[in-house]
């Protein structure tokens, strides 16, 4: 079936450096990808949606510039915290949906930032 | 997008049928239901969806009455490694773009 491949699956940084985690579609294209985050014991919460050759449309409440997105082809898009601080630490989860159709969509491994 | 409520959680033991209900009053005619299922520090995975009465696959089944206002998922026979999160949402037509997650239902298998 599709992957979606995560990258780091885990990740640790000092507070104000910034993070850069990769998504990849490995097997379909994906104009369009999803990022979430999902702290303990909570649900998943959607930040932003990744659009392929422009910008990304980030949901009220998520700050556009500490967490910048490029997608810069069909398979990957990416999702850069900036200047991180510790209430940053969390799970990072991306999804994407074939372009080609298909009813589920499909998602990362996630990676765990810890930002100390 | 319909909100959707399910149980926070529930325990079963090894070999029963789990049945894990989510209601969806304001459901809207083109919208789909869809179930995933969360293991711990993964990402959610597809169970199943549907429309209307009964779809079944190698993994589960999902009963969607007449109304629509509430569906069932059935997992058959669980065994431990069905212990996660499992996830209700309704979706405007099949395959649409964003997925707005409730707070799941936590399925606690015993042996």
């Known amino acids: 079936g599709a992957v979606v491949s995560q990258h780091p699956s885990r990740v640790i940084c000092k507070s104000g450096t910034s993070v850069k985690i990769e998504c990849r579609s490995l097997?379909?294209?994906?104009?369009?990808m999803f990022w979430y985050r999902q702290f303990p014991k909570q649900s998943l919460m959607l930040m932003a949606t990744?659009?392929?050759?422009?910008?990304?449309?980030?949901e009220q409440g998520v700050e556009k510039d500490k967490f910048l997105i490029n997608h810069a082809s069909l398979t990957l898009s990416t999702l850069t915290v900036t200047s991180a601080h510790p209430e940053d630490s969390s799970f990072y989860i991306c999804?994407?949906?074939?372009?080609?159709?298909?009813?589920?969509?499909?998602f990362g491994q996630g990676t765990r930032l810890t930002v100390v | 997008l319909a909100k959707t409520t399910q149980p926070i959680s529930m325990d079963s033991y090894e070999g029963q049928e789990v049945n894990i209900t989510c209601s969806h009053n304001?459901?809207?005619?083109?919208?789909?239901i869809t179930w995933y299922q969360q293991f711990p520090s993964q990402g959610p995975r597809f169970i199943i969806q549907?429309?209307?009465t009964k779809v079944t696959n190698e993994v589960a089944s999902l009963f969607i009455p007449a109304d629509r206002k509430s569906s069932t998922l059935s997992l058959p026979r669980v065994s431990l490694s069905d212990t996660a999160v499992y996830y209700c949402?309704?979706?405007?037509?099949?395959?649409?773009?964003?997925?707005?997650f409730g707070k799941g239902t936590k399925l606690s298998v015993i042996p």
């Open positions: 999804s994407a949906r074939s372009t080609s159709g298909g009813t589920e969509a499909f």
């Open positions: 097997d379909f294209q994906a104009t369009t």
């Open positions: 990744s659009n392929e050759g422009s910008k990304a449309t980030y």
């Open positions: 304001n459901i809207a005619t083109n919208d789909y």
């Open positions: 549907g429309y209307k």
């Open positions: 949402l309704v979706e405007s037509g099949a395959g649409s773009y964003q997925l707005t």
